[in-house]
């Protein structure tokens, strides 16, 4: 089940704020987008269906599920085709039923069930976690990635689980900002007051992000939802995240979202959106630009370390959630984030 963290409240910038497009380069009204491919490596279905898109060419970027038992297939293709604009989709969730994956990290107490399995929600994470094995085991998750010579683009967060939002535990967005300021790849979160601060520091905070749960189940409906999203996008960086897969019998043994799935591999390989798109002078990119931007507005190198400034976010975290209306509603409003 996913969730995740914004509703609809991401939405406006407000008028005075720069947006990432204009400090990318681009003009005011310039709309550009990422289109991100969740999920890579969960299985094999899946690695057929996040491959066809790639090389389509609508889908901009990917990030893999370093957990589960398909991603080394997933860094073969990577590695071989020389791709830079794939990135780590953090698991600390293990959803389905009778397909689960265990921490990178080895044996972690607080981060598994009583199976030895990743929490199935990320409610149970946040209850559960312990911000130090959580470190861990992202970091294992990123470095396991490095150390087989994937150049990595980014990081974002399945299931929503690393946001913190579930139980109002900002220590995990300020552990996620502080691993960016390290690893120096963007991580995904889209502009509002709780993320201001950082974008001023030179963090690739997104202008927007659509989120896939808003696009009807199925094919006909999903397909025209796309092409009204793309043909009205607003002005400045988007990112639009999808699932796609093949509807193969190995994945109707995963999951019952294989007919989305299996829609999302048609509609993001569909002529008529790649039209779209290029009618309405649509900039697609990858999340190797921002992380390009990214190293230079930081300062970014090696030598930087996550545990020099978690201090300085987490308190700027802190007091921003004591006055933020959209926090205060992310952390009511869990249900309305869930996609089954």
């Not at 709309?31 to 889908?59: F, K, P, S, W």
């Amino acid at each position: 089940m996913y969730r995740f963290f914004l509703l609809c409240l991401c939405t406006i910038l407000p008028c005075t704020a720069q947006s990432l497009a204009e400090s990318l380069g681009y003009k005011k009204n310039d709309r550009v987008v990422i289109i991100n491919a969740d999920d890579y490596g969960m299985c094999h279905a899946e690695n057929l269906g996040t491959q066809r898109v790639l090389e389509y060419g609508i889908v901009s970027s990917a990030t893999m599920m370093i957990p589960c038992s398909w991603v080394n297939e997933s860094i073969e293709y990577i590695l071989k085709n020389n791709l830079q604009n794939v990135g780590i989709h953090v698991a600390l969730t293990s959803e389905w039923k009778n397909y689960r994956w265990r921490p990178v990290s080895g044996k972690k107490m607080t981060l598994v069930d009583k199976e030895g399995y990743m929490w199935r929600e990320s409610i149970q994470v946040e209850r559960s976690g312990s911000l130090k094995e959580i470190e861990e085991e992202v970091r294992a998750q990123l470095d396991y990635a490095i150390s087989r010579g994937v150049n990595l683009s980014h990081f974002d967060s399945h299931m929503g689980s690393f946001y913190g939002t579930e139980t109002n535990r900002v220590e995990f967005m300020a552990l996620a900002m502080s691993l960016s300021y390290e690893y120096g790849l963007p991580f995904r979160v889209p502009y509002f007051d709780m993320t201001d601060a950082f974008r001023k520091k030179g963090f690739a905070i997104l202008d927007y992000l659509e989120r896939s749960f808003k696009a009807p189940k199925n094919l006909p409906e999903r397909r025209e939802y796309y092409l009204k999203l793309f043909a009205n996008l607003p002005p400045g960086v988007t990112e639009v995240y999808i699932h796609p897969a093949l509807a193969t019998k190995e994945l109707k043994e995963i999951t019952h979202s294989y007919s989305m799935r299996q829609a999302d591999v048609d509609i993001f390989t569909d002529p008529e959106l790649k039209e779209v798109i290029m009618k309405n002078n649509i900039h697609v990119i990858d999340f190797v630009k921002l992380k390009e931007w990214q190293r230079k507005q930081t300062g970014w190198s090696k030598a930087l370390k996550a545990g020099d400034v978690f201090p300085e976010y987490l308190k700027i975290l802190e007091e921003k959630a004591q006055n933020s209306i959209q926090w205060k509603v992310l952390t009511r409003n869990q249900k309305a984030w869930r996609l089954k």
